[in-house]
């Protein structure tokens, strides 16, 4: 069993009890559990699920691990993920057409859920500040076949200034002292101590104070935790319901391995029962803490952050718009697959810019002055007298039938993933999908029989 701190043991022993404590104490030598969900916006018909392995409460969610190099994970046909990480987005409940933000989004996980409940509607702005994590994020969100998501790497005071009153549903999955990943990784346990998680507390009200300024009136905020700490989760919803005058919402969660929170463990606040706990002893996954808060229709938050505190440069305009001779060579590659809705009429909708032709979720958004990773959907890149599809497109052409696809055995599969060149006995030039097991992977252009790579370079194992 991972040595937990003593100071841990004292704080959970006097908050649970010794008999209830010592069974959660027990619980992090227990084996963490690992599950993973099916994308649901791609033709998954060739993926086979055990219905006796369902996570309870989360939709078209399995136990069980995907490898990485498994054809359904690179096509983005599932996501790995924790078991009760996948409840926070669950309880956004976004709508089609809203405007949505996940402010702490690495690696993704809840972003590709969100993803899934806009149906390709509306808007989700999806943040990570660490620029790293951010790679990470846009990586897993491009091969989710995300085609409505504004993906940027700021703090979250600078992204206050630019989307003031602006989202319907905002997700705060809030950096924590992590104490529900003890077992999954007894790592964290070293890292662990009262001041770290009041250092987490005051972190995580800085992160709030910027969040509730971008909530429209009558918008929603979930609020989320890897932690068991009070101090993080009751503490904190009762202090943000009160600063800003937030109603805690009740949470519909369909399974019974939940526990509601401790108003005793705050300031007695008889709504913090709404609130939402998942103890490792519950057997559904590791421990997480869920909120759910609501804005008054009369209530604006001012924003504490003038947008023109520093005047910005403006920048040169650049040209967007396709000339005729850029959309016949587009053409000549994409009117060959079956466009999926989102980018169906691209000729109208498509921009370019440094030779990068994209569909954007965001007009304008250069105007933000925001560290911008991606902005909608990449369809390829223009060269000489040429247009080269993008990795991003293959996958969102995943979300329909296709018929120009190249099968792969597994032996070209994974030499697909190395880069390789591959020979085929298919008769299609050009461009083409390449699959195994009928998941799309990527780009080919045949020629001669001859199978070019386009697999991304920084995908390349």
């Not at 999806?126 to 993906?151: D, F, M, P, Q, Y």
């Not at 590791?286 to 947008?307: D, I, M, R, T, Y």
């Not at 599969?413 to 880069?419: E, I, M, P, R």
Request: glycine share 6%; charged share 25%.
């Amino acid at each position: 069993m991972p040595k937990l701190p003593e100071d841990f043991k004292e704080k959970y022993t006097r908050l649970l009890g010794k008999s209830r404590a010592q069974q959660f104490f027990n619980s992090i030598n227990d084996s963490p559990k690992s599950a993973f969900r099916v994308n649901s916006l791609k033709e998954n018909h060739c993926l086979s699920c055990d219905p006796k392995k369902e996570v309870s409460g989360i939709p078209q969610a399995y136990y069980g691990k995907i490898s990485g190099q498994d054809p359904a994970w690179v096509s983005g046909a599932v996501y790995s993920q924790e078991p009760t990480a996948m409840f926070p987005a669950l309880f956004v409940e976004a709508r089609p057409g809203q405007k949505v933000l996940d402010l702490c989004a690495a690696p993704g996980g809840k972003s590709t859920a969100i993803s899934e409940q806009l149906k390709g509607e509306g808007l989700l702005v999806a943040n990570e500040i660490s620029h790293t994590r951010a790679k990470v994020l846009r990586e897993n969100l491009e091969r989710w076949g995300t085609t409505n998501s504004l993906i940027v790497s700021e703090k979250p005071e600078k992204l206050a200034q630019c989307f003031p009153h602006y989202f319907d549903k905002i997700l705060v999955d809030a950096p924590c002292s992590g104490e529900g990943m003890f077992r999954k990784n007894p790592q964290a346990i070293k890292y662990w101590s009262q001041n770290y998680v009041l250092l987490c507390q005051k972190r995580q009200k800085e992160i709030l104070n910027a969040a509730v300024q971008m909530l429209k009136p009558e918008g929603e905020i979930v609020y989320s935790t890897c932690t068991y700490s009070p101090e993080e989760n009751e503490q904190i919803v009762s202090w943000l319901s009160q600063k800003f005058n937030l109603t805690i919402m009740s949470l519909a969660v369909k399974t019974h391995a939940i526990a509601h929170g401790h108003p005793e463990w705050a300031d007695n606040n008889p709504d913090l029962i709404k609130t939402v706990r998942f103890w490792p002893t519950a057997d559904l996954g590791e421990g997480q803490f869920a909120a759910k808060l609501k804005l008054s229709p009369n209530v604006v938050v001012q924003a504490k952050f003038s947008p023109n505190q520093k005047k910005k440069k403006k920048r040169r305009p650049q040209k967007e718009a396709l000339t005729k001779s850029e959309i016949q060579l587009i053409a000549e590659v994409l009117d060959k697959f079956n466009l999926p809705a989102a980018i169906k009429n691209w000729r109208l909708n498509s921009r370019v810019r440094n030779n990068h032709v994209f569909i954007p979720a965001l007009s304008d958004s250069a105007n933000l002055h925001l560290q911008i990773l991606a902005n909608g959907v990449e369809l390829g890149v223009l060269k000489k007298n040429r247009f080269e599809p993008g990795h991003q497109l293959a996958m969102v052409l995943a979300e329909q039938k296709q018929n120009r696809v190249v099968e792969l055995s597994r032996e070209s599969y994974l030499k697909y993933l190395h880069g390789e060149t591959l020979r085929t006995q298919a008769n299609e030039t050009g461009f083409v999908l390449v699959s195994c097991q009928n998941f799309i992977l990527g780009f080919g252009k045949i020629s001669n029989h001859i199978i070019k790579n386009y697999y991304p370079k920084g995908l390349r194992v």
